[in-house]
């Protein structure tokens, strides 16, 4: 089932009154949430910030080429379907979300400038250069919004049937980056709780063969995360941001494999997180 999008159309106001709406998501295109099992039993929510690579027809591609939307700077490439065969054999909760982060970005505070990036690697995005003002509330209003409204309810949800809860952030990067080849396959990172992450580490690192690493090449933060800062920390609930290397989950098969993997990492992990203290 998907959230709907009722909320997404409310105006955007200030204090001088209400402002021109900008009306970005046609009603055919699809809602911004994909959401899956909301009652699973588990106690893991497993959200992708960077699930789909859709641009609404509004924005004409952004004035990208198809080519270049095919690529990670549009979507974390295998995500959705490594979350969606964990979310299964864990029978957890899964919510991700359906637009590019070209768009708008998930897991970045609108405030920030990457939150709609005029630039992405080395590419320029046309579309999201010079718009108005109510043109980029528009974004965050029909697809930021009613993305992380869904994770507010889910988690408020949880909590008020009295359920232990566990965020997993699933994300895949880029094998090579402005040119440099990274080794590791997957990594784990965490902001300023490391307890359950760091058991999540050491489940994977017994694996033999397997490269992953601590918090590189990124590290969850609040000026560069949203997710993690204001849906587990703020709650003071555990969680483990993981990346896996998108060139080992393009294809089905290494999507199947690197779920069992997670799958099997996180319930060892949430198995012995409370001898490890809660």
């Known amino acids: 089932m998907s959230e709907p999008r009722d909320g997404a159309r409310a105006e955007d106001r200030s204090a001088s009154g209400p402002q021109p709406r900008c009306a970005l998501l046609a009603a055919d295109e699809p809602p911004p949430v994909l959401a899956e099992r909301r009652h699973g039993r588990s106690s893991f929510v497993i959200v992708v910030d960077h699930a789909g690579a859709r641009i609404p027809r509004s924005l004409e591609n952004l004035g990208l080429p198809a080519a270049e939307l095919a690529r990670h700077i549009a979507w974390d490439i295998g995500s959705l379907g490594m979350a969606r065969r964990m979310a299964a054999a864990l029978d957890a909760p899964l919510v991700a979300q359906n637009y590019s982060r070209l768009v708008i970005d998930c897991n970045r505070d609108p405030r920030v400038a990457s939150s709609i990036p005029p ?118 609930l555990p969680y483990v941001e993981i990346e896996v290397r998108q060139d080992l989950v393009t294809e089905e098969a290494g999507q199947a494999l690197w779920a069992a993997r997670l799958a099997a990492a996180l319930a060892a992990a949430e198995a012995a997180f409370p001898a490890a203290g809660s």
């Open 119 to 236: 630039m992405s690697e080395w590419i320029s995005v046309p579309g999201n250069i010079g718009r108005s003002p109510q043109e980029l509330a528009a974004r965050r209003a029909e697809i930021f919004d009613p993305y992380h409204a869904h994770i507010r309810a889910l988690l408020d949800e949880r909590q008020a049937a009295g359920l232990r809860t566990i965020l997993i952030a699933q994300h895949t990067m880029t094998d090579e980056y402005k040119g440099v080849r990274r080794a590791m396959h997957a990594a784990v990172l965490y902001n300023r709780d490391r307890r359950f992450a760091g058991l999540v580490l050491e489940m994977l690192r017994r694996e033999s063969g397997l490269i992953i690493a601590d918090n590189e090449p990124y590290f969850v933060s609040d000026e560069t995360d949203y997710t993690i800062p204001q849906h587990a920390e703020a709650r003071a």
